[in-house]
């Protein structure tokens, strides 16, 4: 077990490298907004057909291999990544290299870590509560020294002034409620598919084709959306497919065919997902420079990974937990948690967005 939890560390690390710069280089590859937008909405194809693979390879590899194998194939994939990025990436020939604020850096990833945990140990059966109330204590102190040295540091790993862009500050809150409500529902799908219908991996990964396929041609369309009814538009647009799709989930039956029943609401979570996340990314990178486009980048990044890890283990926590849920089935508390969490985001969206809404990004003229 301890050799998983450090190999997902290390895994997690490598992801929080290597997505963030990423993002940036679409950012400053593409500084023109509509360019930008057909740039993340090629991108979120790209990682729809990697959902793809990973679902039905997933299930494959697991009945027929081992789960063992669902990490060592990625190492001849990420080799042939590696030496793509050596031959087609030029290096960015940057000489001002920052040190790195440790202190920082330590702050602000044990204060989502105890944050979690402490709404984890409050779902227990029987929570003994200051472990619990300390956890949460200890998230606040971490998040409150985090500010002060960022403050006080002439090198800060996020510059503060950076929270005071509006549009970019909303669009990550909203992220993290947006990656909380898919994370859950993804885990909880595949529980219902396997736990409560028999499904055996390969049938359950199969299971999420019709979601799979919606991301892909959902994504293709997401410039053109965002053309019609602007930046605003298609991330509220996006948020209320999910929830509506999430709240398909929060009925869902245990013995109704697969067609009528999962079907409609992977297809509504598909839309949602890919409309809301491209338009979110949009705003969050809404009028970065070259100076800040790998903040914008990384802070964007880590919203969705805190969201998504978060999702889990407080939409779940409290749906499966005996004094938390009510008695009601954990399924649906636990839907219903992530369906509301996206109405909220939908209303502080709007809410808190700039009077002007974002409207579509324009192609430049002459």
Known sequence: MELLVLARFGQGAGEALSLPAAMSLIALL?????????ALSVWASVASIGLVLGFLLSGVITQLFSWRWIFLINIPLV?????????????????????????????????????????????????RLSLPLGSLLAAAACAAAFVAVERRTPRPLVPLTFFRNRVRMVANG??????????TSFFLLTMHLQGERDLSPIEAGLSFLPLAAGLILASTL????????????????????????????????SDDSLVTSVFPGMILLACGMATGLVALQNA???????????????V????????????????????????????????????GLAAVGLIAAVIAFLALSPRRRLAAPQEPQG
């Open 300 to 335: 964007q990044r880590c919203a969705d990974q805190l969201g998504g890890a978060s999702g889990i283990a407080v939409y779940v926590s409290i749906g499966f937990s005996p004094h938390l849920s009510g008695g009601w089935d954990p399924f649906t508390v636990a839907y």
């Open 222 to 253: 997401v410039p053109r959306l965002i053309e019609r009814i602007g930046i605003t538009g298609a991330a509220v647009l996006g948020m209320v497919l999910a929830a509506l799709g999430i709240g398909c989930f929060a009925l869902l039956p």
């Open 79 to 127: 080799s042939l990544v590696l030496v793509a990025v050596l031959l087609l990436v030029k290096k960015d020939g940057t000489s001002d290299r920052a040190p790195i604020n440790l202190p920082a850096a330590l702050l602000f990833t044990a204060a989502p870590l105890l944050l979690i945990f402490g709404v984890i140990e409050l779902g227990e059966d029987e929570p």
């Open 30 to 38: 593409f500084p023109e907004p509509a360019a930008r937008s057909k």
């Open 284 to 298: 969050a990178l809404h009028a970065v420079t070259e100076a800040d486009a790998g903040v914008a980048s990384g």
């Open 174 to 183: 909203a992220t993290v409620l947006l990656s909380a409500a898919l994370s």
